[in-house]
């Protein structure tokens, strides 16, 4: 059994942290390749690490002495070392940075020093050995990965060693310089590597007990998700929830390792299992929806004109939308007209643009615009086994008085989607998740 386990940076933020992460990785030896951000917020009032050094790099280009910022930086990593009793000479690569930050400095080398002095303590004080993302995470110069490359080194080191930390958040480019992903990146590279060493596991740790079924901040308390597969997750995370990013799922999701969402403060909770087909959880046997999500701010436009069975209306103006760089969410037909439902975000001051162009090469009979609309996602791979949901969820909101605009269901019946008023958004998230999650 091979666990790859990435810490966030709330779970490294401190010397207290890192006790809890060593208490982890001790509970369980198949726990081998560790992964770590660098040092996130120890409370809400706290920077992490990397938004300093951002904003070192943000001082250095302008010719502002960035010394009492990099002064935080330094204490905060040595207050780890002497809490914890490390050995680790971290003043003189403190230093060493020091003397090279100009204003040339490359800003990605310099805010991957976060991953890479809260790696170098972290190896020392778990006793495991420090494999650097430089020597081991390969891109290619468009930032993309060279995971054979990646896996070769990361097998040769672990072969040897009894565990090995990798820092998270960067990779070397073939000229050998540092290019950082996007923010949050650690998760890809615990990605890749639990795809690199073909691991059974891939735990990722951080601040919450997994995914929760909705959004806290619209229903009290949400129960967590015991077990999701990809592709719900996939809809949740489309359609608002912010869960992890695609780009950090991809490389376990094409192999089918399973990924494990933990809590570092409470190590207890087995979380969410995020898996390629469920396999039942017992948690979760009665529940038939697995999550709700939802964005504000969208539009319906729908096209009248006698379309006789032909393709033709919608094809020009879905060709007309592909000029203007905005894509249809969801298209409903009917015999003389069709609606689009199409992010008004995306559209921006486009609108008017693109009704012109419609009536212009269309000719319809009508084109009008419902805006303000809310799409509310009720996702669950179960669905589809049970007759009358759709009923029993479209009952729910009429009882409260929610007027649905629009509905959309998936042909895999993953995800039934209804459009409301963007001021009933709210009130549909937290009516859904009570009549079927609560
Ligand atoms: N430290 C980086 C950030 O704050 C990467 C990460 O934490 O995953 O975005």
């Known amino acids: 059994m091979l666990k790859v386990a990435k810490f966030g940076g709330s779970s490294v933020a401190s010397a207290a942290q890192f006790r809890k992460v060593r208490d982890i990785i001790l509970s369980d030896p198949s726990r081998r390749l560790v992964v770590v951000s660098a040092a996130g917020k120890r409370d809400s009032k706290d920077h992490k690490i990397t938004d300093l050094l951002y904003l070192c790099h943000a001082h250095l280009t302008y010719g502002v002495s960035c010394d009492e910022i990099f002064d935080k930086i330094s204490s905060r990593f040595i207050e780890i070392r002497d809490e914890l009793g ?23 080398e310099l805010v991957s020093r976060g991953e890479y002095l809260t790696s170098r303590l972290m190896a020392e004080y778990l006793d495991y050995s420090f494999l650097d993302a430089s020597k081991c995470i390969f891109m290619d110069y468009d930032g993309r990965f060279l ?52 691991a059974d596991l891939y735990e990722n740790w951080t601040d919450v007990s997994g ?105 020009d103006v879905l060709e007309i939308l592909d000029r203007h760089k905005v894509h249809a969410e969801h298209i409903s037909m009917g015999i003389d007209q069709f609606a689009l439902v199409l992010s008004q975000t995306s559209i921006g001051d486009a609108l008017y643009e693109i009704i012109g162009d419609i009536r212009a090469k269309c000719s319809p009979d009508d084109v009008s615009v419902q805006d303000n609309i809310a799409l509310v996602a009720a996702v669950g791979r179960k669905m589809i086994f049970r007759p009358g949901i759709s009923g029993k969820l ?45």
């Open 394 to 438: 479209f009952n729910a909101l009429g009882k409260e008085g929610i007027n649905i605009r629009t509905i959309a269901q998936g042909s895999d019946e993953l995800a039934i989607i209804v459009g409301v008023d963007n001021s009933q958004f709210e009130t549909t998230i937290r009516v859904l998740y009570h009549s079927f999650a609560g």
């Open 86 to 108: 490390l050995s680790f000479r971290i003043e003189d690569e403190l230093d060493a940075l020091r003397a090279r930050l100009n204003k040339d400095f490359s800003v990605d």
């Open 147 to 198: 995971p054979e490359k990646i896996s070769k080194a990361v097998n040769e080191v672990l072969n040897e060693e009894k565990g090995v930390v990798i820092p998270g958040f960067y990779g070397v480019l073939p000229s050998g310089k540092i290019k950082v992903m996007s923010r949050g990146g650690s998760d890809i590279t615990g990605s890749l590597v639990a795809a690199a060493c073909n």
């Open 211 to 315: 995914i929760l079924m909705a959004d806290p901040r619209i229903v009290d308390n949400p129960s967590p998700i015991s077990e999701i597969t990809f592709a719900e997750l996939r809809e949740l995370a489309y359609m608002g929830a912010s869960v992890l990013h695609e780009d950090s799922v991809a490389p376990v999701k094409e192999i089918g390792i399973p990924l494990n969402i933990r809590n570092t403060n409470d190590p207890s909770h087995p979380g969410t299992m995020i898996v390629d087909k469920a396999g039942g959880n017992e948690a979760d046997q009665d529940r038939f929806i697995t999550g709700i999500s939802g964005k504000r701010n969208f539009i319906i436009l729908t096209v009248s004109k006698r379309i006789n069975g032909s393709n033709e209306t919608l094809r």
